[in-house]
């Protein structure tokens, strides 16, 4: 899978949206880019997945740069639900040899 | 429908034994892979398995196996258990493999907590 930086933690507030970045410069073509998140004593959980356009599902949107070469996840209006471990991912190859998870960001959301 | 079923929950073992994990995956789904969690390594990609077959393998010793059934159930065991095994061992699911990239995503369990003492 080709490598994602990520910051290791970022702090929100309840209720304002945050933005998660997510930098893959060495993104290929036809990598996907995927979200997961993992909630404490939880499997990770998909969140959102994109190639090109920008997209938006019922749980947070992704924003990819025209590049590719980052993307960011945004959760419109945090909650204190929202505060899990966040990943990035492009898994290559069809996902051939799993899924590669980084550390991901440590998201933390304040009442 | 029913999530992604992984029993037992806990489980703790004497180093040396064996162990089996049961994964059921969504209903349809046929794929099923297997993945490990430590706080020193993160996640770690074991193997899938599809169709009854093993499809890859992530680097892990020969201790590691796994095996599935026609009704897409998988188990995977782990001989000869170290220190270093206690984990959380997490399966995810999806209707074709690869699927998961193009398409709607893995669905994970809870996963199971093996402790080896």
């Known amino acids: 899978d080709a490598k994602t930086t990520q910051p290791n933690s970022m702090e929100s507030n309840e209720e304002e949206p945050v933005h998660l970045p997510c930098n893959h410069s060495t993104i290929s073509g036809t990598d996907y880019i995927h979200w997961y998140r993992q909630l404490p004593s939880q499997g990770p959980e998909y969140v959102i997945h994109?190639?090109?356009s920008n997209v938006n599902n019922r749980m947070a949107s992704l924003a990819i740069a025209e590049d590719r070469k980052s993307s960011t996840l945004i959760l419109h209006r945090a909650t204190l639900r929202d505060a899990a471990v966040y990943y990035c991912?492009?898994?290559?190859?069809?996902?051939?040899?799993?899924?590669?998870f980084g550390k991901g960001t440590h998201l933390i959301i304040q009442p | 429908k029913a999530g992604v079923t992984q029993t037992p929950r806990y489980l703790i073992k004497t180093r040396g034994q064996q162990v089996t994990l049961s994964c059921s995956p969504i209903s349809g789904h046929r794929s099923v892979s297997w993945y490990q969690q430590t706080p020193g390594q993160g996640l770690q990609f074991l193997f899938e398995y599809f169709s009854e077959t093993q499809r890859n393998k992530g680097n892990f010793p020969g201790r590691f196996s796994g095996r599935q059934f026609s009704n897409s159930r998988s188990e995977m065991n782990v001989s000869t258990l170290e220190l270093g095994d206690s984990a959380l061992y997490l399966c995810a699911s999806s209707f074709l493999p690869g699927q998961g990239i193009a398409n709607y995503g893995y669905t994970f369990g809870s996963g199971t907590r093996l402790t080896v003492v």
């Open positions: 991912i492009l898994p290559s190859g069809g996902g051939a040899d799993g899924l590669t």
């Open positions: 994109g190639l090109t």
